[in-house]
């Protein structure tokens, strides 16, 4: 998935517009998403949600989202933390829902977001990398009261975190740290920085309807590789498989001082598809390394006065290379000089 910094995600939203699909239409599709995240986390009916609102993009999101959590039976209170337009179509259709408004008094905050369930972070998205200040910054300091309260309500972010700079991951250092942070369309690049990346909470992208080849510009050159990315390009195994289908790797590993280098890698190995993995280490090394793992061959080779293996054990090595189609060392140099130019096989 494509991972775009706060200026390039503008420029998507503005081809999305001219692909035909509006910015309105994409603020709808982000808050209904938002919403059934929210209502999938602390559901809905009787719950009291408190929505933090902007005066921008993500602010209406956050109306939306307001909007959808009342229809579905919560409690809905919205502070508008900064000046909205003045003709503001979301306000108004969640004020027509039942949403309630509260005026944005420090104490009333600290109070309302004190008793709340849920408490959602719509005040400041991708367009917004200054300092905290203003009334944005009081709003954040009862905020970070709140989450001390016993009852400690959930904070969601939609989309970046307040405070988090949507391109270096900076955090302003009034900032309050998010359980879940649920992105719009695509990745922010500095959900990918520390400390923007352990500030976020859990992090999940949100399909908005943005129509597809917008973020092949080539200015984008940040993707990030998930489990589904990955799953897919693995290869397929027949269902009458079995260990000598893929493969025997070989693995050189371990001194008397660092047993556990043997037993990660070989670990490794084993977990990374090889259909056999022959561990060969120092014998000071193995029974250390086999009482622990059961699924490596166990290839003990002698050592030197260090713990090391011995120059002498490349000939074991030697004599049957055709046996490994793959090997792994932990110790190059030594593996290079004794026999690699002899293995004629893949090395790692």
Partial sequence: ???????????????????GVSTDVLMENAGLAFA?????????????????????????????????????????????????????????SAIEYGVQFVDCVPETVKTML????????????????????????????????ARK???????????????LDADTGHVDHNAVPCDYTFVLGYHKLGLFKFPGTEHAGAIRVLDIGIPDGLNEDKAI???????????????????????????????????RNYVGAAYLASQACVRS????????????VYPIVAAKSTEPINLPL?????????SGST???????????????????WFVRGYGSLLGRPAV
């Fill in 1 to 19: 998935m494509k991972v775009v910094t706060g200026a390039q995600m503008v420029a998507i939203e503005q081809a999305s517009e001219k692909a």
């Fill in 36 to 92: 059934e995240c929210a209502r999938d986390i602390v559901g809905a009916a009787g719950v009291r949600i408190v929505v933090l609102v902007g005066p921008g993009n993500n602010g209406s999101d956050g109306l939306v989202a307001a909007r959808h959590l009342r229809r579905w039976g919560a409690e809905v209170i919205c502070f508008l933390v900064a000046g909205r337009p003045a003709v503001d179509p979301k306000l108004d």
């Fill in 114 to 145: 004190g008793s709340s369930d849920l408490i959602i972070d719509a005040i400041l998205g991708t367009g917004r990398s200054r300092p905290l200040e203003g009334n944005v910054l009081e709003i954040m300091l009862s905020l970070a009261a």
């Fill in 149 to 163: 309260e016993p009852t400690h309500p959930k904070l969601l972010a939609l989309d970046l975190p307040t405070g």
């Fill in 221 to 255: 050159q940040v993707e990030a590789l998930d489990a589904s990315w990955v799953a897919c390009r693995l290869p397929v195994r027949q269902l009458d498989s079995h260990k000598g289908t893929f493969g025997h790797a070989l693995v050189i590993a371990g001194s």
């Fill in 273 to 284: 598809g090889a259909g056999l993995t022959t561990l060969a280490s120092p014998e000071s």
């Fill in 302 to 310: 002698s050592e030197d006065a260090e713990g090391m293996v011995e």
């Fill in 315 to 333: 000939q074991i090595i030697r004599e049957g290379p055709r046996r490994y189609t793959q090997s792994s060392s932990g110790m190059w140099a």
